[in-house]
């Protein structure tokens, strides 16, 4: 492998706050104390308000709203000492319905009906907090920020709609932004089937998350495997006791159950400066950054809108100890350091001097940062990677004299895992490689007849893919349905000097699935022709990466991804939650690459 470039440090501002200079506060100069908050409808929302010891100026409010508990947060969060160094009065908060909060817990609550004067959501809770802290907390500057990450990134979005006034700077932080569409629980009509399952049981059994899911097998690929069909779950354990579930079951189109919750359907333009935070192999979240950068960008006549995608999984940024060495060098400490604590200081306490485009997004395969005044770049370039017979994979269109296609058989009783073997469960406090399952080596299922793979001739020059990525693929059944992963793969040199443990690694650079009964719509799915050639667009989402000089392109397609994903029983049933035992088959998959059906994986790249 090529050289490494050193990690650039990321630099929003062209004067750094005095404060930040002076490390002049640290985590031990607070303390905290709790409160209950009323809001507008006689609910109490447990409070952590935690303020600099001593004499300090007036200072804004960062809260962090969240549905996993602050009973521990008696001190301030070693991942916020940055902008603790700076001075602010931290406030952490339980959503209503959660631990020490009172109220109904709603997952993902939707705003609520602008005709209900009386109605409540985050927004309003969010609103309603902010006003009782001016009141009620002394020595505020009478300026808020909110942030949080995954949930609370959700919530942190949240806070920018309809704000109060006092809120001037938000930080969704790898926000639940779709949870149908790309984020926690489907990805383009195929469901999440374990973390669906361990995560809405373990947030929605009690409270407090204090009843474990019942999952008794290290293996859970095994346990998924003899659960058998989803009707399952509910009959042997949540029996009706998981909301959530049940709105799985009975919303499983992307249907106004899941729109109303789709944040991104409703942003339309930043309403206060919004720094939207991901991660490239973020394992939950990773379209929800990209979707509400994306929908605030429309309106942003402002420049208020800002971007920041680095060589993360889900929070990796906020924890160094979460880094996966294979794409990220150490970047956590710069991002919290540089950017994050200057961006707040300059929107919150008038520090600084902003000075940042509206991207600042990394390159994993030259391991630096880039920024763009667009996201993606305006000068990029559509290139086509055509598959071939013989396993190839090339920018140049298949020839007639090719065969047609290949093909690979498709059993739900013997699905393809989604990481070796064993998969513990998804948070198992004695470890778990979820966090880091999407950098892992995808040699793992080399030979397996039910994945197919076309590989590249070693590049000659760097490619630099920056914006979208998308599997146009045209494929055949045997049966009425389908599911499509495409995966877009980095194979590393056979020797990697500088890391002899990455010689041939396959990196996974973008991958996605989707579900073919919704290859004309996500609302109305419909079954395939059996046997007959259907065009299939599988989104990728984005990416930024350099496939380097001596390294080779991949695509892989399967049709199984388990038990991270249901299996598809590949005969048509109306609704796959309520499918028998009967309905799964094994079917016969075909893809095309001929001149006239060229299936390919579409680019962007710069020139």
Known sequence: MPIKYPVVTLLFFIAVSPAAQRQSLTLSSYSCRFVKIPVRDGVHLNTSVCQPNGQHPPLPFLITRTPYGIAGDTAVANDYRFLAAEGYIFVYQDIRGRFGSEGQFVMNHPLHDPADPRGVDESTDTYDTVEWLLHNVPANNGKAGVLGVSYPGFLAAMAGIHPHPAVKAISPQAPMTDTWMGDDFFHQGAFRLSYGFEYAGSMELSSDMSVPVPIDLWDTYEWYRRLGPLANVDA?????????????????????????????????????????????????????????????????????????????????????????????????EGYLRDVEAPWFAYWLKGQGKVNEPDAYVYDAGLQRWRSFDSWPPKNRVLRSLYLHAGGRVSFDKPADTESASDSFVSDPAHPVPYRSRPVEQTYDPRGSRWRTWETEDQRFVDGRPDVLTWVSGTLDHDLTLAGNVSGKIIASTTGRDADWVVKLIDVFPDSVPEHWEWGGYELMVAHEIMRGRYRKSYSAPEPLAPNTPLDFTVDLHQQSYTFQRGHRLMVQIQSTWFPLYDRNPQSWVSNIFKAGPQDFRAATHRIWHTPARPSRVEIDVLP
């Open 236 to 332: 042997r354990y949540f029996h009706g006791k998981v909301p959530t579930w049940e709105a799985f079951v009975s919303h499983p189109t992307y249907d106004a159950f899941w729109k109303t919750r789709a944040v991104q359907r409703v942003l339309r333009s930043p309403e206060v400066p919004t720094l939207t935070v991901g991660g490239w192999w973020d394992q939950e979240d990773r379209y929800g950054p990209l979707a509400t950068y994306r929908a605030l960008e429309q309106g942003d006549s402002a420049g208020r809108n800002f971007l920041v995608m680095g060589p993360w999984n889900h929070g990796g940024w906020r924890r160094a100890e979460r880094r996966m060495a294979v794409v990220d060098s150490g970047t956590s």
